[in-house]
């Protein structure tokens, strides 16, 4: 879907952008120009950001969560 209808970007272009480092509206606006005309489209690709937020942290969690070594049952 289109947010930026100014600059032609889509939500599929921002989560690319965010996985390629631009993790802000900052790095966003300087990377696809999002947000540096009207600004009409800050609060979608804030919600964007928002979610490929979450879902990096949700990843990071479960490799995390995967890694911690199982506990050894005592034998006796």
């Known amino acids: 879907m289109y947010v930026c209808v100014c600059n032609a970007v889509t ?6 952008a965010y996985c390629e480092g631009a993790c802000s509206m900052r790095l966003l ?7 540096g005309c009207c ?3 800050a609060p979608c690709a ?3 950001l928002r979610e490929c937020r ?3 942290e949700r ?8 890694a911690q070594p199982l506990p050894v049952a ?3």
């Open 11 to 16: 939500d599929c272009q921002i989560r690319e």
């Open 29 to 35: 606006r300087q990377k696809l120009g999002v947000a």
């Open 39 to 41: 600004g009409r489209c």
């Open 46 to 48: 804030r919600d964007v």
């Open 54 to 56: 979450q879902e990096s």
């Open 59 to 66: 990843r990071a969690a479960m490799a995390e969560e995967q």
């Open 74 to 76: 005592a034998t006796a």
